[in-house]
Nanobody
Framework: QLPLVESGGGLVQPGGSLRLSCAAP????????IGWFRQAPGKEREGVSC????????YYIDSVKGRFNISRDDAKNMVYLQMNSLKPEDTDIYYC???????????????????????WGQGTRVTVSA
């Protein structure tokens, strides 16, 4: 499968905002979910946010809850990550990837999001600095 293509990164001051875009090679409905991941040198890779392609359920890692918002545009085969109140620790290379989601337990208990092992693109750099 072809990788998803991410864009929209850049340099922003602390407290500022960016919107990352993810372009799928085909219909996003072909995916279980699409997720944003990040991995900076010397740091562990982590799932940042994911969105289900069926019902729009979302996942956010604790460190970005209340600051980031993931959304999708089915007609344009696009997924977006709105990043607000950015902090220096958000500095990283962000990747968009084929993801899966599963419930932690009962309905309402939240979700777990994981990388399904598809091809990744170049990523887009986000730098938060004064």
């Amino acid at each position: 499968q072809l990788p998803l293509v991410e864009s929209g990164g850049g340099l922003v001051q602390p407290g500022g905002s960016l919107r990352l875009s993810c372009a799928a090679p085909g219909s996003i409905l072909n995916y279980d979910a699409i997720g944003w991941f990040r991995q900076a040198p010397g740091k562990e890779r982590e799932g940042v946010s994911c969105i289900s392609s069926s019902d729009g359920s979302t996942y956010y890692i604790d460190s970005v809850k209340g600051r980031f918002n993931i959304s999708r545009d089915d007609a344009k085969n696009m997924v977006y990550l709105q990043m607000n109140s950015l902090k220096p620790e958000d500095t990283d290379i962000y990747y968009c990837a084929d993801a899966g989601m599963r419930r932690k337990g009962s309905v309402g208990a939240g979700w777990v999001c994981y990388d399904r092992g598809g091809s990744w693109g170049q990523g887009t750099r986000v730098t938060v600095s004064a």
